[in-house]
DNA sequence: ATCAAAGTTTGACCGACGTCGTACTTCGTG
DNA sequence: CACGAAGTACGACGTCGGTCAAACTTTGAT
């Protein structure tokens, strides 16, 4: 059976403004959320490059899905990370876009094209 | 001299993202945000009525500054706080505003009218 | 069947942050 | 001048969060 590698998942209504904040504080879990609305897909946790080892990397991945700004689902052995930004967007309107600008902004000026 | 009483504040074009989500996570230091635009008047730290003792206020207030998001001044022996709203919406576009509107919203809930 | 790839889990460590109490400073007022 | 009000400065303390290494699990491929 596969039910226990499909995590729980908390539902829109439930989430608050200091669970979304203490996940987007951290700079690592910023960036992929940030890669994740660049790439306009759902991409495996392997895809990201962290300066992390791979159990923080888990770490940071469970803090972002408790919040609810991800959604997680296997694919083979890769698990497979997906944004939701349209549903954190309808309870905390123009919150994620205003920092995923913001990050994108910080980031261009540290890695110039 | 009243040199040493009027601190320092940072340049707006200076402020990173980081710090500003960092002052921003915290509870305390959201309600004063919070309050300060609800207010749309400068307010003394002493109108605020946080959960904390005075030293840990100062703290607060100071870690703020810092950050950017306010403007601090001596009016007697009280000092006044201003947000710096339009400043940082210039830097960050529409973060701010979407910060507060979610706290206000969650504040309601909890302590509704 | 074996093996490697991809993550997870667990436990430990450490530095940073929020908190407090106390002492101190500065200003206004009786 | 003396006193109280309003904050600040300074340590100290406890907790929590990010980090890692090592052992384990599950899946796909050989």
Known sequence: MEGDRNPQHPDVHTLTL???LEA???PVRRSIVTRLHEARTDLKCGS???????????HHFRILREAGLIRQ????TARMNALRYAEID??????LGAVIAADRAA???LAPA
Do not use: H, M, N
């Not at 689902?73 to 083979?76: E, I, P, T």
């Not at 309808?90 to 919150?95: A, I, M, R």
């Open 73 to 76: 689902y296997y694919a083979g």
């Open 90 to 95: 309808e309870v905390f309107p123009g919150l």
């Open 24 to 26: 987007l504080v951290d």
């Open 48 to 58: 990201f490059d962290l300066p992390v080892g791979k159990s923080t990397a888990t």
């Open 107 to 109: 980031s261009s000026r």
């Open 18 to 20: 200091q669970q979304v």
